[in-house]
């Protein structure tokens, strides 16, 4: 059996690097305090970050629409799959990030993952396509760029300078400038206001994956275009609603021309099964908590825990890169102490996954530490005491 052998050599390979991972299982909903394996841990690790995952009034829509639209699709978008569900949920995400962009229209979709091969293959469609990626971009973006029959050129983390010389030497006929707009291994933001300047100088598209930005950046949550203040036909906004919108699926918005483009070429848009309706049916009610006063008050909330976790963390060894968003990492360095720190965590009951290449660049593992609206003070206070107190051994 040479074929088992040449996999089993790889699994072997993974292990011996401590890149094995493990999937643990949760036996409650996602929330701070779960059931994981068994036992009751309090949790630090989900994209949930206003804490609607399990929000009562969330979860009871989703009931609801499954029992207005029953539980499957039945057939793709373009076939008979297409809901009222969809598309009540489509005008909603519009209007929502209309300031943002001119003549919006949104395209929902059944994951993040797919919108961004979509964005990606729809607009760089043609091989005299360029597409310029940030470094650190999310995979489904780099797995989108493989995917078009543009060119790629990737420019290194955060250098709009690099970037600038790159689209001064390109010659093509299409340039698509594509970065996550908070990274999601550091927290991070990308130097927006810049990069649209430098995209409507040189014709680009700018598209901005904004995954762990919807819902919490910006005083409305509309995300990191509302939080810089920018309005260009130039933006492709995407937005997932598997993270801050609790629940599953992303969007597209963008003029209505580039969404009507998607509708008409995009693979992962056309062939695939439309998700369930009721999903789009319980996101209209994410949709109302994130715009309403709910929202507003669990993004002050969120805000106070980044600003606690802060104050109270008093590293020296581990590096802390700068973050103001809920992604808060500590890099440790090499796989197995992140590994052992993480386990160290988990003896405590506290649950906070640590993150190995190829997931992030090589000697920079580290924990991932994500806040939630669904956190109090008391967890986080927790959290950073074990953590000073482990660094310290
Ligand atoms: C999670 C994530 C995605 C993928 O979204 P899914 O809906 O989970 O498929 C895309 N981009 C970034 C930056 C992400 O963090």
Same mark, same amino acid.
């Given at each position: 059996?040479?074929?088992?052998?040449?996999?089993?050599?790889?699994?072997?390979?993974?292990?011996?690097?401590?890149?094995?991972?493990?999937?643990?299982?949760?036996?409650?909903?996602?929330?701070?305090?779960?059931?994981?394996?068994?036992?009751?841990?309090?949790?630090?690790?989900?994209?949930?970050?206003?804490?609607?995952?399990?929000?009562?009034?969330?979860?009871?829509?989703?009931?609801?629409?499954?029992?207005?639209?029953?539980?499957?699709?039945?057939?793709?978008?373009?076939?008979?799959?297409?809901?009222?569900?969809?598309?009540?949920?489509?005008?909603?995400?519009?209007?929502?990030?209309?300031?943002?962009?001119?003549?919006?229209?949104?395209?929902?979709?059944?994951?993040?993952?797919?919108?961004?091969?979509?964005?990606?293959?729809?607009?760089?469609?043609?091989?005299?396509?360029?597409?310029?990626?940030?470094?650190?971009?999310?995979?489904?973006?780099?797995?989108?760029?493989?995917?078009?029959?543009?060119?790629?050129?990737?420019?290194?983390?955060?250098?709009?300078?690099?970037?600038?010389?790159?689209?001064? $030497?390109?010659?093509?006929?299409?340039?698509?400038?594509?970065?996550?707009?908070?990274?999601?291994?550091?927290?991070?933001?990308?130097?927006?206001?810049?990069?649209?300047?430098?995209?409507?100088?040189?014709?680009?598209?700018?598209?901005?994956?904004?995954?762990?930005?919807?819902?919490?950046?910006?005083?409305?949550?509309?995300?990191?275009?509302?939080?810089?203040?920018?309005?260009?036909?130039?933006?492709?906004?995407?937005?997932?609603?598997?993270?801050?919108?609790?629940?599953?699926?992303?969007?597209?918005?963008?003029?209505?021309?580039?969404?009507?483009?998607?509708?008409?070429?995009?693979?992962?848009?056309?062939?695939?099964?439309?998700?369930?309706?009721?999903?789009?049916?319980?996101?209209?009610?994410?949709?109302?908590?994130?715009?309403?006063?709910?929202?507003?008050?669990?993004?002050?909330?969120?805000?106070?825990?980044?600003?606690?976790?802060?104050?109270?963390?008093?590293?020296?060894?581990?590096?802390?890169?700068?973050?103001?968003?809920?992604?808060?990492?500590?890099?440790?360095?090499?796989?197995?102490?992140?590994?052992?720190?993480?386990?160290?965590?988990?003896?405590?009951?506290?649950?906070?996954?640590?993150?190995?290449?190829?997931?992030?660049?090589?000697?920079? $593992?580290?924990?991932?530490?994500?806040?939630?609206?669904?956190?109090?003070?008391?967890?986080?206070?927790?959290?950073?005491?074990?953590?000073?107190?482990?660094?310290?051994?």
């Amino acid at each position: 059996m040479d074929l088992l052998a040449n996999v089993q050599g790889k699994l072997a390979a993974l292990e011996a690097q401590s890149l094995t991972r493990r999937r643990r299982i949760a036996q409650s909903p996602c929330a701070p305090q779960q059931t994981v394996d068994g036992r009751a841990m309090l949790a630090f690790c989900s994209n949930d970050y206003l804490g609607l995952a399990a929000h009562p009034r969330v979860v009871e829509a989703l009931r609801e629409g499954a029992s207005l639209y029953g539980a499957g699709s039945g057939a793709s978008h373009l076939i008979s799959g297409h809901s009222r569900a969809h598309a009540l949920l489509e005008d909603r995400l519009a209007a929502f990030v209309a300031p943002n962009l001119v003549d919006a229209r949104a395209l929902y979709f059944s994951t993040g993952y797919m919108a961004n091969l979509a964005v990606l293959t729809a607009l760089g469609a043609d091989a005299d396509a360029m597409i310029f990626s940030e470094a650190l971009n999310h995979a489904s973006l780099i797995d989108g760029a493989r995917l078009a029959r543009a060119g790629v050129s990737v420019y290194p983390h955060g250098d709009v300078a690099a970037l600038a010389a790159q689209l001064e $030497a390109s010659s093509a006929a299409t340039k698509i400038v594509v970065t996550d707009s908070v990274f999601s291994m550091d927290g991070d933001l990308a130097p927006l206001p810049e990069l649209l300047a430098l995209c409507e100088r040189h014709g680009a598209w700018l598209v901005v994956d904004d995954a762990h930005g919807f819902g919490v950046l910006g005083s409305k949550g509309r995300g990191a275009l509302e939080h810089c203040a920018l309005r260009s036909p130039n933006l492709v906004y995407v937005g997932t609603l598997g993270k801050a919108a609790g629940v599953s699926g992303a969007f597209i918005a963008a003029h209505a021309s580039v969404i009507e483009l998607m509708v008409q070429r995009a693979r992962p848009y056309i062939y695939t099964t439309a998700s369930p309706p009721a999903i789009a049916h319980a996101l209209l009610t994410s949709l109302d908590i994130i715009e309403g006063e709910e929202g507003a008050s669990l993004r002050a909330h969120l805000a106070a825990l980044i600003a606690q976790l802060d104050d109270e963390l008093a590293l020296t060894r581990w590096q802390r890169p700068v973050s103001h968003t809920p992604i808060q990492p500590i890099v440790i360095g090499a796989n197995d102490e992140a590994l052992r720190v993480a386990a160290g965590l988990h003896a405590q009951g506290l649950w906070v996954p640590a993150i190995r290449p190829p997931t992030v660049p090589a000697n920079t $593992a580290r924990l991932r530490i994500t806040l939630s609206a669904a956190h109090t003070r008391e967890q986080v206070a927790q959290l950073a005491a074990a953590l000073n107190q482990l660094e310290a051994m």
